[in-house]
């Protein structure tokens, strides 16, 4: 048990270099956020190459703090600056791998496949990731609104249903993914860590992953340190396109094909966005069949289970 903010910090410190220093890659995927970030600063003394993502199309929140980073640590920085056509290639090959219609999963997850692509094409056998702190230190918005009493419970949910497809991607390109935060030394202390340090408030405002943040801010700079929590779709730019499908499916033809494919699969399409990746879905794997089974999706018909989100459309919460 640990007794003071300052003992919890030190353990944290020394458990996440550890982890950092058993990583064997020399490239990082590198956001910005404070994930990669703390990560960065660990292996700076390495001289790591570092990846980053932008949308050439889109608004992309990434590209100043990823260079911020790249030039407080010293590091050689890659911007693949991406367009649409190879975006909408890219989401082909993501839906292919991941076998799912996800539109959260695919908008955030096709950033994490060029990345691996990128890697893969400049010769690379392995790239380090961000994943897991989100989970283990409660760095999603939906848990740092939830009350007190709830989000013990509502952290050990989120962990036990936690996956991560950059792993699934790597194990399609062949690339190795190595996530310092699953390590599980990690994954222990972050379980021994109560929820109050993970949620709190600074200076008035409320945050997720607080103790990371508070125990790394003299050793990142201070506006990442406290940077609000920026998912991969906002932070390369991909959340553009919602916008892009919304205005080249016009509201006929989209209804036109909700209607066909609620009606013929018992399938409930919720956005264009979603119906452009369901189409591609269906291209490569076929339709879904309804399979009658407990707990499942009340838009796709797919298992659940124990999660409030639906893996295989994204719908949330259900």
Known sequence: MYFSLEEVSKNLYKILQESCNSCKSNLISLSGGLDSSIIAYFLKQRKPKTVAIITEDFVSTDLTYCQMISKEMLLPLSI?????????????????ILKNFNDIEIRNNVVMYLAIKWAKEKGEKSIITGDGADELFAGYSFLINKPEEELEEEIKRVCSVMHFPTQKIGKALGISIESPFLNDTVVKLAEKIPANLKVRNEKEKRYGKWILRKTFEKYIPRQIAWREKSPMQDGAGTAGLTNLFNSVITEVIFVEKKLTVEKEEGVIIRSRE??????????????????H????????????????FCRMCGAFPI
């Open 274 to 291: 979603s119906m452009y990746y369901y189409e591609i879905f269906k291209k490569l794997f076929g339709p879904l069949v309804d399979s």
């Open 293 to 308: 089974i407990e707990n499942a999706c009340p838009y796709c018909k797919h298992k659940v289970g124990n999660s409030k």
């Open 80 to 96: 693949y600056n991406v367009k649409t056509a190879t975006i909408l290639e890219a989401i082909e090959d993501t839906i292919k």
